[in-house]
């Protein structure tokens, strides 16, 4: 079975709902059957090579959305660090910092609902910046609509981040401040504008395997560039505080099974890597993952640049370098 679909996606095929969902019931014993036949999807479209991104929390805490796993909301008991947005300069230094790592693509990150006009203008500059170095600019700004979106085009943004975070049915279970649609709308609108999107969620949240198939469906669908998979990382105050990681498996599992449903889109891993996958972190690769967030997170400590580039070269692999 595992051999046909795998065929069935090098002839440019695409596999149906039902035949994820017969990766996704896998028995146990056949989790590294499937890990290699999503590694060799993973060699099909990267070969060696690992887009690396990093991102730097410009803006942080007192967010008014209320996601149930947000260390950054308004109504979460965390003690996450709050400040306003960040200066110009020190957005620079951050940005120098990851190209020193090896990092293609820098992202400016703010928590809240979205920058206001005097913030967006800011943040703008800081694009312009990114892009003076060589990096590819991100930004993650919440529910931005058409014509900030070109405002961040036009001073050179070009990839915008914004999570569906689980399936549509799901959904509600994560957040009520915002809905499902309101999502969809502003990947939309940033398609729309000309940017390249990053979309993908958290996986651990108590969702199931048919939200996680919906989900990667979904991404299909709208034909994201990128796939950010997160692990929840459950943070006391937070309302899914008290949850158990994912077993690592199922965090491996999860990544070989976007890899067969997206073989032509980057599955990037990002938070909740490390609390996550513990001893079997540097199998993500294996599982089908071609790229990665290195560095620190939003609110938790990630893994260095050095040591994800030690990585990198333990199995053979490069960072993929910035286009011209």
Known sequence: MMQSLEDKINDGGRLTRAEARRLAALPFERSFDLFAAANRLRMRRSGDAVELCAIVNAKSGLCPEHCAYCAQSAKSKTGVAVYPLISRAEALERTRQAQSGGVSRFSIVTSGRKPDKKELKKIAAMISDI?????????????LEADELRFLRDAGLERYHCNIETSERFFPEVCTAHSFSDKLETIAAAQKTGLSVCSGGIMGMGETWDDRIDMALTLRTIGVD?????????????????????????????????RFLLPDTAIRICGGRIATLGEFASLIFLAGADAL????????LGRSYADDLKLLALHRLRPARPAP
Do not use: E, K, W
């Not at 105050?237 to 965090?251: E, K, S, V, Y």
């Not at 967030?293 to 938790?300: A, K, P, S, V």
């Open 293 to 300: 967030m290195t560095g620190d997170y939003l609110t938790t």
């Open 131 to 143: 892009r003076a170095t060589g990096l590819h600019a991100c930004a993650s700004l919440g529910l």
């Open 226 to 258: 990128s796939v950010p998979i997160n692990f929840l990382n459950p943070i006391p105050g937070t309302p899914l505080g008290n949850r158990q990681p994912m077993h690592p498996f199922d965090a491996l599992r999860t990544i070989s099974l976007f």
